[in-house]
């Protein structure tokens, strides 16, 4: 089966930096994707990992290490519009099927 | 570019009624597309596949006669709600996959906000 863990809720001060895990447990294991999600509105994209090591991309940066399951997204120079649902997704191959299984979320609240 | 919508944006309907959302890809071809099912407070939890020509893959515990999902043309996938309950209140995403020879990203629609009083 597929299993994804990241904490529930983070609170961070603008300005700041802040760091959101992720693991996960998966047969298929394909990729992992990072998705922002504001309430009320459909996800997008922030960043994808296939091979161990860090992504870099402006403020918001991504490392994966496969042999752990494990995963963060790293968000510097933190902005009042930063607090979303930070949603750890991976994409799982067993079964034959190519489908993204979601994490519960992280809900990041920055503060003043 | 890679733009998903859905229709509609908003939903009410009354218990017993069936209920149908539109998913379109309006600048590239998706051979699969897919549906998901958001509680509030909860993540994104997948419904089920659609594949252009073929029956959609239902994931386990998902009625498939009661999520009815057409995959017409490679830009139009739609999922009818029947027999609409007030527990089938929710917001239903969909989402695309580009028909690229390498591609990875899954683009989502805006959601639709179904309430079923």
């Known amino acids: 089966g597929q299993n994804i863990d990241q904490p529930t809720e983070m609170t961070a001060t603008e300005g700041a930096i802040v760091q959101i895990n992720c693991t996960y447990q998966?047969?298929?294991?394909?990729?992992l994707f990072w998705y922002q999600q504001h309430a009320g509105e459909a996800p997008t994209f922030l960043s994808y990992n296939v091979l161990d090591g860090l992504e870099e991309k402006g403020r918001f940066s991504s490392f994966l290490s496969r042999s752990k399951g494990y995963s963060y997204l790293l968000l510097k120079e933190l902005q009042m519009k930063d607090s979303a649902s930070y949603l750890c997704a991976v994409r799982d191959l067993s079964g034959g099927y190519n489908k993204l299984i979601f994490g519960a979320g992280t809900r990041l609240a920055v503060h003043p | 570019g890679a733009v998903v919508s859905q229709h509609p944006s908003r939903v009410i309907c009354k218990s017993g009624t069936s209920v149908k959302i539109e998913c379109r890809s309006l600048d590239f071809q998706a051979t699969t597309m897919f549906w998901y099912r958001q509680f509030p407070k909860q993540s994104l939890m997948l419904m089920a596949t659609s594949n252009e020509g073929s029956k959609a893959t239902y994931e386990q515990g998902v009625e498939k006669d009661k999520f009815l999902i057409n995959h017409a043309s490679l830009t139009l996938s739609t999922l009818t709600v029947t027999s609409a309950h007030p527990e089938d209140s929710s917001f239903y995403i969909c989402?695309?996959?580009?028909?690229?020879?390498?591609?990875?990203?899954?683009?989502f629609g805006p959601g639709t906000r179904l309430t079923v009083t």
């Open positions: 989402s695309a996959r580009a028909d690229r020879v390498v591609s990875y990203e899954q683009y």
């Open positions: 998966t047969s298929g294991f394909n990729g």
